[in-house]
């Protein structure tokens, strides 16, 4: 899990998402990585968090990351929010990797 904070996140207007600026040189390592990696953001001010699934965002948006930028706009719904619920989804997927590593 990595853990992003923000006092309060930027807004589309007219819409329910939200959008949070990242470093493209964190997500190459993200996904680079042997670990499954699951992006929470706090945001302080309402107190909660939302929850990106790296993979499967960037795997349907890779083509954000060959731009040649510093940085990437990553957009995610009030529907995303992080609670007990994903937690344990989160630990059952990581128990089912270590289980069977392989895949096999």
């Known amino acids: 899990i990595q853990v992003k904070a923000t006092e309060k996140l930027k807004k589309l207007k007219g819409n329910e998402l939200f959008v949070f600026d990242l470093s493209i040189q964190d997500?190459?390592?993200?996904?680079?990585?042997?670990?499954y990696v699951l992006l929470v953001?706090?945001?302080?001010?309402?107190?909660v968090c939302y929850f990106v699934d790296i993979e499967d965002y960037f795997g349907k948006n890779r083509h954000e990351l060959a731009k040649g930028?510093?940085?990437v706009r990553?957009?995610?719904s009030k529907e995303?929010?992080?609670d007990q619920i994903i937690v344990e989804k989160f630990k059952q997927h990581n128990d089912?990797?270590?289980k069977n590593p392989t895949g096999l």
Do not use: T
Not at 41 to 47: C, P, Q, S, T, V
């Open 80 to 82: 995303a929010n992080f």
């Open 27 to 35: 997500i190459v390592n993200w996904l680079d990585a042997d670990a």
């Open 41 to 47: 953001i706090y945001e302080a001010r309402a107190d």
């Open 69 to 71: 930028n510093k940085f």
């Open 96 to 98: 089912r990797i270590w």
């Open 74 to 76: 990553v957009y995610f």
